[in-house]
C-alpha cells in the first residue's frame, strides 16, 4: 500500500487551479489503486504556526531535558513530522506566490526540516555536515503561476524560486524523486493558458504511470 | 533626509548575527548621518499575517467598492506599504531557514507585493504585463546563514533561495539598486565563520560609503 500527504496551500478553497489539479491527481490514482491512503494536510486553509525563538531552544534542547512548555512547543512540528514518516509520496499542490511558495508552505517547511527529527548535523562530515534521517521518498508538486517561462532555459527561469527551492528544501525530508507538473499563464487568461492546463492534466496521468510502475 | 525601512525577521532577539549585524549597519549610518530617519519593522516578533482567500478578494475589488470588513483586512498591509513609500532604503536583516526566506519574511512580501498598489497589471504590455509603480528605492538585505557557498559560481548556488529571491521579488517594491553582506559558516563555529563576520563588518563600511555617495 502506498501512503501519499498531500500538502495543500492555496489560501483559495474555491478556483484553485492548484487544487484542482490535486484532485485530478488524486482522482486517477484512487481509480487505478482504491485501498491507497491520502493524508489531507490543508495549510492554506490553516497556516502552521511561524517558528519562534522558543521554538528554536525547544529543538536544540536533548529530548529528555525538554520542558513540559518546550514539548508543547513542538507538539505540532512532531504532527507533521509524523504525516512525512508515515507517507511515501508528499504531494504538494501550490500556487506560486511573489516567485516562491506561499509563506504558509514555508511555514510548514519550517516546522518540518528539524535537527535530529528529519536531519542531523554532524561537523566529522566535513563541509557538508548535514544529512537527511529519512530516504526513499517521491515528491510530486503541482504548481500554479501567473506568468510563464519558468523552465529551466524560459525567459523566467531566474525568477523561479517555486520549485527549484522546494526541491532543494524536500532533500531534508527523504526526498530523492522529483515530479513538478506545472499550470502557467494564469494572469493572461488566454489559449496559452488553457493549452498549459490541458498540458498538465495530461502530464499527469503520465506522472501517475511513472509512479506506479515503480511501486 | 533618506528613510530607512529596516525590516528584521530573525525568530532570535537575543544572539541573532543578522540583528547584531544590522545594529551595526544602522550605528555607523547614524554617526554619519545623525538626522536620517530609520522605520523598524520587526516581523521576527511579530509576523504579519498569512494573506488568505478574503485578503485577495479584498485586493482584487476596486478600493471604492470594498466593504468595511475588506477595508479592515488590508489595514495591516495598507500600513507596511505606507512604510515602504516613506522609504529610500530598504535594510533586510534576515537568518536563512531551509535555504530561504523565513516564512514571517515571505508573508511581509505577500502583504506588501499588491496590484495596483506596489504594481500594476496591463496585458497591454504583452509578455511582461506587471510593472512596479515605485520606482528609486535601494535595497541592503543583511543575511546569515549556517552553511556557506551560496555565491554565484559557489557549491551552494542552487541552494540560494534567500538573496535571489528577495532580489527578484523587491523589483516590484521599487527597488533598482541591491546590496548583499552575508555571514556564513555559522553552523561550524570555527575560523572561517570568524572570518566572515569579519569580513561583513569591513564590508558595511564599504557599502555605506557606496550609498552615501550616490546621497
Known amino acids: 500500500m502506498t501512503t501519499f500527504l498531500h500538502v495543500s496551500s492555496s489560501a ?9 489539479l490535486a484532485k485530478e491527481f488524486t482522482n486517477q490514482w484512487h481509480a487505478k489503486f482504491p485501498t491507497d491512503k491520502f493524508i489531507h494536510r490543508d495549510i492554506g486553509s490553516a497556516p502552521p504556526n511561524f517558528i519562534s525563538e ?14 513540559d ?62 544529512e537527511p534521517t529519512l530516504s526513499g521518498k517521491t515528491l510530486v508538486l503541482l504548481s500554479a503561476c501567473g506568468e510563464f517561462g519558468f523552465d529551466v532555459g524560459g525567459v523566467r527561469e531566474e525568477m523561479n524560486h517555486l520549485g527549484p527551492h522546494i526541491r532543494t528544501a524536500s532533500k531534508y525530508l527523504g526526498v530523492d524523486e522529483y515530479y513538478e507538473v506545472r499550470i502557467e499563464y494564469q494572469e493572461f487568461g488566454d489559449q496559452r493558458h488553457a493549452r498549459s492546463i490541458e498540458n498538465a492534466y495530461s502530464t499527469i496521468s503520465k506522472v501517475i504511470k511513472q509512479i506506479a510502475g515503480k511501486k
Not at 55 to 64: D, H, K, S
Not at 101 to 127: C, E, H, Y
Open 12 to 20: 483559495r478553497k474555491h478556483n484553485s487551479i492548484s487544487r484542482a
Open 54 to 67: 522558543e521554538w528554536i531552544a525547544a529543538v536544540f534542547t536533548l529530548e529528555e531535558k525538554r520542558t
Open 69 to 130: 512548555k518546550q514539548n508543547s512547543l513542538l507538539t505540532l512540528s512532531d504532527m507533521l513530522i509524523k504525516e512525512i514518516t508515515e507517507s511515501d509520496i508528499i504531494l504538494i499542490s501550490t500556487p506560486m506566490y511573489n516567485y516562491g511558495m506561499p509563506a504558509s508552505l514555508k511555514a510548514w517547511f519550517d516546522q518540518v526540516i528539524r535537527v535530529n527529527k528529519t536531519f542531523t548535523l554532524d561537523l566529522d562530515r566535513g563541509d557538508f555536515p548535514l
